[in-house]
């Protein structure tokens, strides 16, 4: 205590790697030392002895089996028993004095800052237009940007790596541009399912490390300049409403809509033949602003191996996909990355028994085996962190003559805020399309309750394995 320790490391009485006989835990603490015990699930035994001036506390669990993983099982430390002393105190402050102290001089603004800001925005008027400039001048100075790094503006300027954040707060200081750092949680605030932490650290916050630009004639802009591509004012989908830290407090960043958030977006034509092959055009995008992550190293990739990871790519969203052309919209923009394909399907229709039929000319949901992985029991409550969707939208054009029969049953599921639904459409004449919307949103469920999400991915699965089946007429 004399040395300020306000936390002591805490104790996990059970482990996922091997049995406890014996777990004891000993902690000697001087009499009225102001540590607070904590404690989560602890069923063992706990005694307190003196010696002294001295408080001693032993605390012990006996036979304690390992705990078996199970497929989404949140962290070790939410689901085993244990203890831990500390001091309660004013976190959030702290946590801002010293967040904000690290950046303080990491900021400083410079000579060789104020000379790249007076030559970035030479001629340039109003806020936003100079702080775009500013902006993009740090994407050109900096090739490996890395907003986890402790270098300041200035050792990022001149090494051309490092904290890309700070040296754009530091410009946007030197050209006199309103703005804050802020340090985000990174996870949407549904997200933030884990127990509470009784003595939280300023790691807490230091997740990711934003900018909020603040204009005088233009509206206010978070940006992320821990993706190189990433334009002004955009920041990654992964996080909506989530949590961050500011000088002046706590504020949440935007909400974004269903079609902003992380995932992918497939889009494939099919042009069938008489033959029972198809002309096929796929496209493939990744939303909510991942199409900018990696898209510097992808413009450095050989142009042979991008069509090879590229067929590769398609032949996993298209079964039997050949690809003969390759284009990249948005690898010389502004734009987010996409691969788009042109090429053939040499078999899409099947002759059987009960007519001409067609797999769905999708990638399997597979939601058993990806997500729910099990039979509906548990002994651990199952966890999903994070938000992602998916949407498919497929037009098959058939040759003439050739109608869709049958197919899967137009289908619309849903468990707590999770979406899975499926439609046909066969209003246009001698066309069939197909949407599939899959939404996830983050859910903690106990062990009863893991059966409807079990059911609920069982009943996606079990609609697709329906084929197309097209007759003549």
């Known amino acids: 205590p004399e040395e300020g320790t306000r936390t002591l490391e805490s104790w996990q009485f059970a482990s996922g790697t091997e049995p406890y006989h014996v777990s004891r835990f000993v902690v000697i603490l001087p009499r009225n030392s102001g540590y607070v015990l904590e404690q989560h699930a602890f069923d063992g035994t706990h005694t307190i002895s003196s010696d002294g001036d001295l408080e001693v506390h032993v605390f012990e669990v006996r036979d304690r089996d390992r ?16 203890v831990q002393f500390g001091k309660h105190w004013d976190f959030t402050a702290e946590a801002q004095h010293e967040l904000f102290q690290q950046s303080r001089l990491a900021t400083r603004v410079t000579p060789e800052v104020r000379a790249l800001a007076e030559k970035t925005t030479k001629d340039v008027t109003g806020d936003e237009a100079r702080a775009i400039a500013l902006y993009d001048a740090v994407r050109v100075a900096v090739k490996k940007p890395n907003t986890g790094s402790s270098l300041s503006a200035t050792a990022t300027l001149l090494g051309q790596a490092g904290n890309t954040a700070y040296l754009f707060a530091s410009l946007l200081d030197a050209a006199g541009i309103d703005h804050e750092l802020g340090w985000s949680r990174d996870s949407a605030p549904e997200a933030a399912l884990e127990p509470d932490v009784p003595f939280p650290s300023p ?7 934003l900018v909020r630009v603040n204009p005088k004639d233009a509206s206010p802009a978070w940006c992320d300049l821990s993706v190189h591509d990433l334009p002004y004012g955009k920041i990654l989908g992964n996080a909506s409403r989530a949590e961050v830290m500011t000088m002046h407090g706590i504020v949440s960043l935007p909400e974004l809509s269903p079609e902003e958030v992380r995932g992918a977006r497939l ?41 090879t990871d590229a067929g590769r790519t398609f032949a996993g969203v298209l079964p039997g996909f050949e690809l003969n052309r390759l284009e990249t919209p948005g690898i010389d923009d502004d734009r987010p990355l996409a691969l788009v394909g042109h090429g053939s399907v040499k078999k899409f229709l099947d002759q059987s028994d009960t007519g001409t039929t067609a797999k769905l000319p999708m990638p399997d949901a597979a939601l058993t085996r990806g997500l729910a992985g099990g039979e509906g029991e548990r002994k651990f409550p199952y966890y999903l962190r994070s938000t992602f969707q998916s949407t498919t939208d497929v037009v098959i054009t058939l040759p003439e003559g050739l109608h869709l029969a049958d197919g899967p049953p137009a289908t619309t599921e849903g468990w707590h805020g999770c979406e899975y639904a499926l439609n046909t459409d066969t209003s246009v004449p001698g066309k069939v399309r197909l949407t599939r919307t899959i939404r996830l949103v983050p859910f903690l469920v106990q062990p009863e309750e893991y059966a409807g999400f079990a059911s609920f991915c069982a009943k996606a699965d079990e609609v697709e394995r329906v084929p197309l089946r097209f007759v003549s007429q």
């Not at 078996?68 to 099982?73: R, T």
């Not at 949140?74 to 028993?81: G, R, T």
């Not at 991942?290 to 191996?305: C, L, M, Q, S």
């Open 203 to 209: 790691q807490r916050w230091q997740q990711r490390l």
């Open 267 to 307: 889009s494939i034509a099919l042009d069938v033949q008489a033959d029972g092959g198809a002309k096929a055009d796929v496209k493939y995008e990744q939303t909510g602003n991942f199409g900018y992550v990696n898209k510097d190293r992808y413009k450095e990739t050989p142009e042979a191996k991008r069509k």
């Open 67 to 82: 705990l078996q993983h199970e497929p989404g099982s949140p962290p070790i430390k939410w689901l085993v028993p244990w």
